[in-house]
């Protein structure tokens, strides 16, 4: 059996891709330019699909990256399908999947549009998106969803403490992040109201101080799309800033391919991984596989070093955590939709992916099926209705000894966990 921990071999090298511009050039940390972009055929025969990682390089060892990827060039699978010819991305109009093509895939057409009236989604990221409310606002508005601002008390946006004024600095590199997951909460739960909670910086000190604050102003969906590598204090921060019961918490399993990371291994949240989503003449209309793109990129999954197993999670091969336990769409080359003005090369529009993208889904998904019962954990629900979930079952994200850590298979599975959503039954309690 085989995990990671914060020295391990797959730890070290995602903490390498993530920080080794730092000794070529600080001039990256203040810009806001990301590492070089990866690449992945949408289907054969057509213009790869290139893109970049959404956030600026963490500021000092130890804290959190992002997990979104923002597309630069090529073709989409949402441009294949509409038959729009390959080319770098097109600031002027969308490319990537919108609101109803994720509520088709996920069975949730109907859900959306009549429930998350009155339930508030969190949004928790590092430091501040001047145009967080504004960009969701033309989201929004060429989707046809209902307004969300501050003025009609849809949209809130608070610091770590709560203020709405002392706000943390701006920063162009997680904008991009912030404006993916707003737009995500915006097209799988439009009726509801959504909070954006900003640390003041990337540690995890500060990110489970924005996830308490969260907790604090009355959200019961709390969605982070950030991670990085264990350590024997993950325990500690379980405790102090993820056992919220009756809250659905939300993390993003990581973009580095095979490997444990954290928060996603806490054993009080729902950790997400991530898919390609592709359209297909099946029943359903979509079809899944694991999202893998090399083997440094694609979704995480693994077997934690140090949380300890949550009794609801039943697979035998690992003895503590296991990373994921439900997934949603993820791979770039079958993006999403994302307005975004203040983030690097921001100028509109974007298709994006990572589980940055599927996290807020999910969180999303728990808002549209209902308030958490006072003293559960909603990361249980999932276990007790697989049969309300679409079950993937092809693809790896690398290779581990133990291979449902990595392979996906008939049942639960580490990239995908027990599936993607079809409906509403698997998120309720």
């Known amino acids: 059996m085989r995990t990671t921990s914060p020295n391990s071999p797959t730890s070290r090298l995602r903490w390498h891709r993530v920080a080794s511009a730092v000794t070529a050039t600080a001039a990256l940390l203040l810009t806001g ?56 991305a097109d600031a002027s109009s969308p490319s990537g999947y919108g609101p109803s093509d994720l509520r088709s895939a996920y069975g949730l057409t109907s859900a959306a549009a009549s429930n998350g009236s009155g339930r508030t989604i969190a949004i928790v990221d590092a430091y501040d998106d001047p145009n967080a409310e504004s960009d969701l606002a033309a989201y929004r508005s060429q989707y046809g969803l209902p307004a969300c601002t501050t003025a009609n008390g849809c949209f809130k946006k608070v610091s770590q403490t709560g203020s709405t004024t002392a706000l943390p600095t701006p920063d162009s590199g997680w904008a ?98 991530g898919t390609s989503l592709s359209p297909s003449s099946t029943t359903r209309g979509w079809t899944e596989s694991v999202w893998r793109t090399s083997s440094t990129e694609g979704t995480g999954s693994g077997c934690s070093a140090y949380d300890a197993k949550p009794t609801w999670q039943t697979d035998t091969g690992c003895a503590k955590r296991m990373i994921a336990d ?46 958490p019962s006072t003293g559960s954990y909603p990361a249980k629900f999932p276990y007790a209705k697989t049969t309300a979930l679409n079950d993937v079952t092809s693809g790896s994200n690398g290779s581990c000894t133990t291979s449902y850590f990595c392979t996906a298979r008939t049942g639960y599975d580490g990239p995908t966990g027990l599936g993607t959503p079809e409906g509403l039954g698997a998120f309720t309690g």
Request: proline share 4%; with cysteine; glycine share 12%.
């Open 33 to 88: 330019l990301t590492t070089a972009a990866h690449a992945q055929a949408a289907d054969p025969g057509t213009a790869k699909v290139t893109w970049t990682r959404s956030c600026a390089l963490p500021r000092h060892q130890g804290e959190m990256a992002c997990n979104a990827l923002r597309v630069t060039g090529g073709r989409t699978a949402f441009q294949q399908q509409h038959g729009i010819s390959a080319k770098a």
């Open 326 to 371: 439900v997934s949603a769409v993820a791979d770039p080359a079958t993006g999403v939709s994302v307005y975004d003005t203040y983030g690097a090369d921001g100028q509109g529009w974007a298709t994006y992916g990572g589980t940055s993208a599927s996290a807020p889904i999910i969180a999303s998904v728990y808002a549209l099926a209902g308030t």
């Open 176 to 273: 991009g992040e912030i404006s993916l997951d707003l737009d995500m909460a915006s097209a799988v739960c439009p009726n509801c109201h959504i909070t954006l909670v900003e640390a003041k910086s990337a540690s995890m000190a500060n990110l489970g101080t924005a996830v308490n604050e969260a907790v604090a102003l009355g959200a019961k969906y709390v969605s982070n799309s950030y991670g990085g590598g264990e350590s024997s204090s993950d325990a500690s921060y379980d405790s102090a800033y993820f056992n919220h019961p009756g809250v659905a918490i939300t993390v993003s399993a990581g973009d580095a391919g095979y490997g444990a990371e954290y928060p996603a291994a806490s054993k009080y949240v729902t950790a997400v991984g």
